[in-house]
């Protein structure tokens, strides 16, 4: 919102600079973007500058010149002028226009007025201020209509009513099919559910976005109809979104405009008219207001104000400060407690309902540098986490522990890199009103997010790259879930003089989803299988167990990781080919209803007793996984065996033509007692015995 300061004073008297007048808008939580110095303006004595506040969502009051006046006149403690707001034309008489409203619901007021006009072009002051405030001056009439929504933050719009048919104004629905060619010539497809401002025949305007061509004010307009309405802003900005078309007038309605503001605006235009000689008002102010708004009333404890900020408030302060922002205020009988208010919130706050917004206000005026910096006082135990939560956040510790960096990625995304993760095109979740192609549809993955992470910062010069997300993903048949997906690139570790640099491989992601499984406490097992977006070959399904049994059918599959189809990445937008990207995705939802609550810390004293370790060397038919011979040496050893791994594949001279030589380490240790050889020697016999049964291995 552009400020002109000269303009500012005429609604409030300050003495303050430019620059302390921003520094004390600051100080109330408004943020001056900047300061434009300009030379006088006309009409305007003095220095003369241009404050460009950023205003929050939460606040369009303060979209219009009145608004700030009423926030710097609560800052200096200053009454603050209103515009001349008299109406030029007595009341009576035939209005000269006929207004329904068939949708009450989407508009539930309207004001209208007649006037007898003579186009051309503005006054040098009016035309100045519009100008400063970044709007372009177009003929007096349109320009009186703008300088109303600037000054009192209402938007208005004025018809050429010859234009008109039937000199009547219909506030309804678009009818299925109807079009409507808006000021910019364009012509728009209407929704049924899209207010319009229609005529007897047909839409003139889309109601609170953009008047209509066909009714357009103009050089030859000899009389018109000034509109001045209220719409529900739900409407304004699904309208708005829809038909890609956003204006002054919907950045404002969509917002939340004030209700009692229409005849006002309608006043001020009426009166602006006559004095800048464009026109003289024909009939009285046509007000269609069925069901007028009660005012909303809020109680405000002071003890809870003190409470909120943690430092006193006068009691005086509070009732004087809301006045000038316009509340009404009126005390409550004294409690135990302090003093009470019941406060009558106007019509322009539309972001106050409750006792904390009314707080708010306070600690806005009384001084956000005032507030000391304490910490609040703990009465009781911080609630648990949930365990989905703890589960997040160990897997983010363990992620992080591993090398990977966290990412956080748009749940929106294209349709052309989701389609490639589900079976089905019906199973992608579309978005109605996507703000553009690239967020058409909700994701079904956390991969693709990821992969463009990854090619951002390939395009960076970026290698080595290690990210992971925990997120939710949408699906049409599955619904909703909580995954986490990791993707790895470049090299395993940084360049160094001491070490030959080895490139990230498929070992590597599946070394990271095994430490994330262990640490849920979960015990999975990896499988070949296809995947559509992975190489084949360089796939996998990790697979958890359901119940103690090694039952497959007490099997079920949590995720898949391998290496990233290399097409897949290249379509993303990969600028450099020949290295591999390794993605892993599993689902935490299904993970959580196998895993056992590992999220506390537990503390195990290091062993008392030694371990010996037993190296066993077979070979086998080179097509069997080493997982599946390690769960055949935990199966038939005894609990003594605290750890087996394989060391060492060899295939070649002294191994037959389709097997291979797998080496693995037995690590034995009682926590009672010394083992002895004998012990671990029968061991040894017993899985050298399953592994000859079982896989026909031959012991090396």
């Known amino acids: 919102m552009r400020i ?30 900047s300061i434009e110095p300009l030379p006088p303006l006309v009409n305007a004595t003095g220095e003369d500058a241009v404050l460009d506040l950023e205003i929050t969502t939460n606040r369009p009051d303060c979209l219009s010149m009145i608004g700030i006046a009423r926030e710097v006149a ?42 007898q006009v003579e186009v051309g072009p503005s006054p040098a002051w009016l035309s100045a201020r519009l100008k400063a405030a970044d709007v372009r001056p177009i003929n007096n009439i349109v320009d ?50 899209m207010l319009v401002i229609a005529d007897a025949e047909q839409a003139q305007a889309v109601a609170g976005v953009m008047g209509g061509a066909d009714s357009e004010v103009g050089a030859k307009t000899q009389r018109i109809l000034f509109e001045s309405a209220y719409f529900q802003p739900v409407s304004i900005r699904r309208t708005s979104k829809r038909l890609g078309l956003s204006t002054d007038a919907s950045y404002r309605f969509e917002r939340g405009a004030d209700i009692d503001a229409p005849v006002r605006a309608m006043v001020r235009a009426r009166a602006l008219l006559v004095d800048i000689g464009a026109g003289q008002p024909t009939g009285p102010i046509v007000d269609r207001y069925s069901t007028p708004r009660d005012v909303k009333h809020v109680d ?38 302090g003093a009470c ?18 707080i708010e206000e306070i600690a806005r005026h009384h001084g956000y540098d005032r507030l000391p910096s304490t910490f609040p006082a703990l009465v009781r ?70 992969v463009d992470s990854l090619i951002w910062n390939r395009r960076r010069e970026h290698h080595d790259i290690r990210l992971f997300e925990i997120g939710h993903r949408f699906r049409r048949t599955a619904g909703e879930s909580i995954a986490v997906a990791i993707v790895l ?37 990896f499988e070949p299988a296809a995947h559509r977006v992975l190489v084949p070959g360089r796939a996998s399904v990790i697979l958890v167990s359901t119940g103690d049994s090694a039952n497959d059918n007490d099997v079920i599959a949590v995720g898949y990781l391998g290496q990233l189809a290399p097409l897949l990445a290249t379509a993303r937008g990969l600028p450099l080919a020949g290295e591999g990207i390794y993605v892993a995705e599993l689902d935490l939802d299904v993970l959580a209803q196998v895993a056992t609550d590992r999220t506390r810390m537990h503390v195990t004293p290091l062993p008392r007793h030694p371990s010996i370790v037993r190296d066993l060397a077979i070979v086998v038919t080179r097509t ?52 002895t050889d004998e012990e671990v020697q029968q061991a040894m016999q017993a899985v050298v015995a399953a592994l000859e049964s079982a896989h026909q291995a031959i012991l090396r």
Not at 4 to 33: K, P, Q, Y
Not at 181 to 188: A, C, S, Y
Not at 657 to 671: C, N, P
């Open 144 to 193: 009186v209509t703008n300088y109303v929504m600037i000054e009192l933050g209402h938007p208005m719009h004025a018809f050429d009513l010859d234009r008109l048919a039937g000199g009547e104004i219909r506030v309804r629905r678009a009818r299925t099919g109807e079009h409507v060619r808006t000021l910019d010539g364009e012509t728009r497809a209407l929704q049924d559910n």
């Open 624 to 675: 069997l996984p080493a997982a599946t011979i390690r769960g055949t040496i935990q199966a038939v050893a005894p609990d003594t065996l605290i750890n087996v791994r394989e060391f060492d594949r060899y295939e070649g001279k002294g191994v037959a033509d389709g097997h291979i030589s797998l080496a693995f380490r037995l690590t034995f240790r009682a926590a009672d007692r010394t083992m």
């Open 74 to 115: 609560t800052i200096y403690a200053k009454p603050l002028r209103w515009p001349l707001l008299d109406d030029p034309t007595p009341s009576g008489g035939n209005a000269g226009v006929t207004v329904t409203i068939e949708d009450t619901e989407l508009c539930p007021r309207y004001v209208a007025s007649v006037a």
């Open 489 to 525: 690139t470049g090299g395993r570790a940084p360049e160094h003089w001491s070490d030959e640099v080895r490139k990230t491989d498929l070992f590597d992601i599946k070394g990271v989803v095994e430490r994330l499984i262990e640490a849920l406490g979960v015990t999975a097992r």
């Open 341 to 358: 208010w019941c406060v009558g919130v106007p019509t322009h706050r539309v972001d106050v309902s409750l006792e904390i917004d009314l």
């Open 381 to 450: 135990p911080p609630v648990p986490l949930d365990a989905g939560l703890r589960r997040q956040k160990l897997s983010r510790q363990i992620l992080t522990g591993t090398g990977c960096s966290e990412a956080i990625t748009y749940g929106f995304i294209e349709q052309a890199a989701a389609a490639p993760f589900v079976d089905q095109p019906d199973d992608l979740v579309a978005i109605a009103n996507p703000l553009s192609e690239k967020f058409a549809v909700l994701r079904p993955s956390l991969v693709p997010g990821l």
């Open 300 to 337: 405000l404890r002071h003890a809870r104000i003190e409470q909120i900020l943690g430092t006193e408030v006068d009691e005086a302060f509070v009732p004087v400060t809301l006045e000038h922002l316009g509340f009404s205020v009126s005390p409550i009988e004294h409690t135990k407690s």
């Open 4 to 33: 002109l300061v000269s303009w500012l004073r005429e609604f409030v008297t300050i003495d303050a600079s430019v620059e302390l007048l921003a520094e004390a808008l600051t100080m109330r939580g408004f943020e001056v973007a």
